[in-house]
């Protein structure tokens, strides 16, 4: 998986997040995907943590493709399904670093702000939780 890889270059292992292939496939989370021409452009998933509650998961675009606007296709596309679904609330863990400032302000444009850590996630420094209140 080219978005599991991409995590474990950027963070020390015990700080990599993204969901596997089975943690992918497990009943609480949906996952989605962007093709063109059949072409895989971009991935994300929605993780339901309580009834009211999402996690967006493992949102990643190929690195050739970044810039188009893809990760605020599919990060609307995922708020859609959260409302929907009836959450009050959705969540996200992403990194500190560098190569995560863009992921940072795509979440911070669509109204997302720095939360304290949550569902198992803990203060350390490569990693930042955000939250969007959708009620």
Request: aromatic letters at 8%; one cysteine or more.
């Amino acid at each position: 998986m080219t978005h599991l890889d991409f995590m474990n270059s950027l963070s020390p292992p015990e700080h990599v997040h993204a969901l596997d292939t089975d943690g992918l496939l497990t009943p609480d989370v949906t996952f989605f995907s962007m093709r063109e021409d059949g072409r895989l452009l971009g991935v994300g998933a929605l993780k339901e943590l309580d009834a009211t509650h999402g996690e967006i998961k493992s949102m990643h675009t190929l690195s050739d493709l970044r810039g188009r606007g893809l990760g605020r296709v599919m990060l609307t596309h995922l708020l859609d399904i959260a409302r929907a679904r009836g959450y009050d609330r959705v969540s996200l863990e992403t990194g500190t670093m560098e190569a995560f400032v863009p992921a940072r302000a795509l979440y911070a444009s669509a109204g997302f702000v720095v939360c304290e850590p949550f569902a198992g996630y803990w203060d350390n420094e490569y990693s930042v939780c955000m939250t969007l209140e959708l009620t």
